[in-house]
């Protein structure tokens, strides 16, 4: 019997890489580098972003404390014989800064606090029947005016001044304290037999704006349809007496 034997060769484990092996090897290199930065950058982009969102909510809420701590100079008027204190309000020369509505408002209430605090017999029906123009219908307001005019009060000024005396009324400010309310400090001066009575007062009024029947008298004497709902007033001294 004849062995056969075949001879295997064997390639060497050590093969030297060729050009193309080390193209390959440094182009693997670069991708995994280039992805690398990739997710860096993204890292950092994510981190800048988080902490100018955060900076943007600090800012934000550091102003909002910043009215908190403001100081605010507010020019005040005090009156040497009461002691009253009443904010000072500036308009400029070209009264730009100053909305219609308002102005119109104030108007409106200076006009109602003289007219329904004016006793002059000669004008009484034309007085009372502005006061029911301008007061809201069944308000508290003209109910109040409407009892303290009765001829049969015994406290009202018809009973007590009658058909020779009068009230005269001088508006020294009109200030608002909200969208529909105003304070107004006035000054009354009674004349009576032997001398005047001069007294000054601070009335708070409330009003607000509805829709009157149209006719002519609203049209020309209230045409934008305020009323006063309330008015409330308290003397700012007392009685100053008779002043020759």
Do not use: C
Not at 132 to 151: C, G, I, R, T, V
Not at 164 to 177: A, F, M, Q
Not at 178 to 199: L, P, Y
Request: charged fraction near 20%; charge should be neutral; hydrophobic fraction near 40%.
């Amino acid at each position: 019997m004849t062995l056969i034997t075949k001879q295997v060769r064997t390639e060497p484990t050590d093969k030297v890489a060729g050009q193309e092996d080390i193209y390959d090897q440094h182009h693997s290199w670069g991708e995994k580098n280039r992805s690398l930065r990739t997710l860096i950058g993204m890292i950092l982009l994510v981190f800048a972003v988080a902490g100018w969102a955060i900076a943007g909510i600090l800012s934000f809420s550091v102003a909002q404390l910043f009215p908190l701590v403001r100081t605010e100079v507010v020019p005040l008027i005090v009156d040497k014989n009461t002691g009253y204190m009443e904010t000072v309000t500036t308009l400029e020369k070209d009264r730009s800064g100053v909305s219609e509505l308002p102005a119109v408002q104030a108007s409106f209430v200076g006009n109602y606090v003289v007219r329904r605090e004016t006793y002059d017999p000669r004008y009484l029906s034309d007085n009372f029947d502005m006061i029911a123009l301008w007061s809201e219908p069944n308000s508290l307001a003209f109910k109040d005016y409407e009892d303290w005019m009765n001829p049969s009060n015994p406290r009202g000024p018809v009973k007590t001044m009658g058909a020779t005396g009068d009230i005269h009324p001088e508006i020294l400010s009109v200030n608002p304290l909200n969208a529909s309310t105003m304070a107004v400090r006035f000054e009354t001066r009674e004349r009576r037999r032997g001398g005047d009575v001069v007294n000054r007062w601070s009335a708070t009024v409330r009003f607000r704006q509805i829709n009157l029947p149209a006719s002519n008298r609203v049209r020309l004497y209230n045409p934008l349809g305020f009323v006063v709902t309330e008015y409330a007033k308290v003397p700012e001294n007392m009685p100053s007496g008779l002043v020759p």
